[in-house]
Every structure is written in structure tokens, then in C-alpha cells.
């Protein structure tokens, strides 16, 4: 049958997203074979479709991985996709200079509330708290980063880029100098400017705008760029998706509950 | 065996030589559209089926290349096995005739 028209927009977002959490071996095959299917099912049907075949994604890991399709008709499966080193490097600054706050910031407010709300604050004590300080105040600081966005924010990257320049053996030192001297150079700006008091008007005025351009930016890296493995890929999609969930929560009443309930 | 993989498999065993694509693979085998695709790779990676992405000038259709599956030789041999022992298994299996009190 041949197809008259194109694929909806909304469709065809939700063949690229099921396609990029695929092996790369069988990305390209299976973006053809959905596109063609939902281009010849009926409107109504589109979206059971799209819901079944989601449905089969772990499956269809699985099977790209056993048998002879591992080893080859269009590419392989074991041997993974070769991520360039810019990409690489991106990936991997977003990764843990927008993941630690965005993760932080989802622990601490909407799940810390929702466990917690109600049943009074976990809060520990003595040599609990000791033991657990340097992860309560990463998960904390990095909240708070989230939260105010603007230099916060930036400051937080600038310790994702240093900490992935500076940790990353596999490439020489000058490259990972070039991803970490900026992101100490950043990370010592926004301190500058936070603890001197020159930008609290300018957090006070972000309200999320940071984090959600810097969401949308990570969750179309994270769709796109050519060569990630799927799960950096899947991962930066959630971390793009948690920074977007930061902006909700600025603009909604639940979302102000949530950080107003953190805050005290 | 799964069930559904026994459906696709008597589907392809009707008539071994046919191309089929898996759209049309998912509703002859009565299956919801759009989960045959693991199937047939799990076969496909067996070595039980062959396929072929489908000669088209993909701009005049409008659409991607579809991929045509096809069994082989010894997925004919296993698929004969596969559903011989899933109708022995059933017709083992004890009958109810009625209710049980």
C-alpha cells in the first residue's frame, strides 16, 4: 500500500524517541519498519501502536543481542557506536554537570516530599549524620543549584565539566585540560558573583528558565547526537526531562508546595 | 515456545516460500501491530528467517522501505518442530468435561 500523506509530527516524535532507546545496529531498521507500519494503519490505531511497540523495546534488546543478528546484517550490535570526542565530551559534561543537580533536585523535593510529607522529616542524627554528611549536602547543594538556576546553575556545570576533564583517563591531557580549566574558570566566576551578592536579583528572577532551556538543549542531545550509546542517551533524555520538571514546578502550585516544603 | 511466537510461526508455515512484511505478519498471525518486530528478530537472529529490504523508490511510495521476511530452510524444519510439540503438549493435556463438583 502506498502511503498518500506524511506522518503527524506527534507520530513521528514518538517513532524517534522509541527508535534512539534501540541498539544502533537495529535503529535505523526499526525507525523504517514503525514509520511504515503507522503510515498504513488507521488514525485511530496510532497510538496503541505506538504504546505496543514500546512495550517491546526491552524485547527487542534482547533479541538484537542473541543469534546471528549480533554478528552482523546491517552493523553490530556488541561492538556499540563510536561517539566522537566532542560529542563524547558533551554528553558526558551534561551527564554530570546538569545530572547531579537535576538528580539531587528530584530526590530532595518531589520524592523527598512525597515519601516524607506528612510522616514528618527523615532527618538523621549523630554518627548517622556524620557518615551521611558529604551525600546530604551534595543532594542538597546540588537542589538549591537546580532550584535558583542562573549562576547556580552554571557553577554546577562548571564542576561537571572540570570533574569530567579531569576524570576522564582515556583521552589525552590537553583535551581534558580544554574541558576542565573552563569549567573551573566558570564554576570560580559564578562563585565570585554568588558570594558577593552581585546576582541575587538574577535568581530570584530565573525561575526555571535556566534549568528548562538547558533541558530542552540536553533532551534533544540526548534524541539526536549521532554515535551515543543508548544508555547515555536514555539517561540524558531523564536528566533533560527532570530540568524541564524544575521549570513545572516554578510554574504550578503543587510544584511551589514541593519547594517551599524543601526550603523550610 | 510463547504463544505468540507459535501464532507467527503456523502464520509463516502456511505458505513457507511467501514474503510477508510485519505489519501484514501481525494481523494474519492475530497479533496487536507493532509487537511481531522482537519475534522476528529473535528469529531472524536464529537463522530461522531470511530478509530483505523491500526494492521501492521509497520518494514515489511515500514511505520508508518495508523489510520482507521469509522462512528458510531450517526455519521450516524447526517451525514443523516447534508446532509439533506445542499440538502433542495440548493434546496431553487433560480435558475438563464439566464443572468439577
Known sequence: MSASRPLSRGRRLGVHVLAA??????????????????LDIGDGQAGRYLAGAALTLPSLWLAARRGAFATGLEATVGAGPVTGPVTGALARLLLIGLGWPIGSWVLAVPVNYLLHHGTGDWKPGGLLLVALFPLLATLVFGAYAALFGGPFLAGAL?????????????IPVPQRLALALPGLAVTGTASLLIFTGAVAPVAELDRGYSAAVLGLFTLGFGLHARGLRSPTRIALMLIGLGALGVFTAHHTTLGHTFQTWFMD | MTTPRLLVLRTLLHEPGRERYGLELAGESG???????????????????????????????????????????????????????????????????GLAW
Do not use: C, N
Open chain 1, 158 to 170: 562548571g564542576i561537571g565539566a572540570a570533574v569530567a576533564g579531569l576524570t576522564r583517563r582515556r
Open chain 1, 21 to 38: 532507546l534501540l541498539p544502533a545496529a537495529l535503529r535505523e531498521r526499526q525507525r523504517g519498519e514503525w514509520t511504515a507500519d503507522l
Open chain 2, 31 to 97: 497479533l496487536e501491530p507493532g509487537t511481531i518486530y522482537p519475534i522476528l528478530v529473535a528469529f531472524e537472529g536464529e537463522g530461522w528467517l531470511s530478509s530483505r529490504a523491500e526494492d521501492v523508490d521509497v520518494h514515489r511510495a511515500g514511505r520508508p522501505r518495508r523489510r520482507y521476511y521469509r522462512l528458510t530452510a531450517r526455519g521450516v524444519t524447526a517451525a514443523r518442530e516447534a508446532t509439533t510439540v506445542a499440538d502433542r503438549r495440548r493434546a496431553q493435556r487433560p480435558t475438563r468435561r
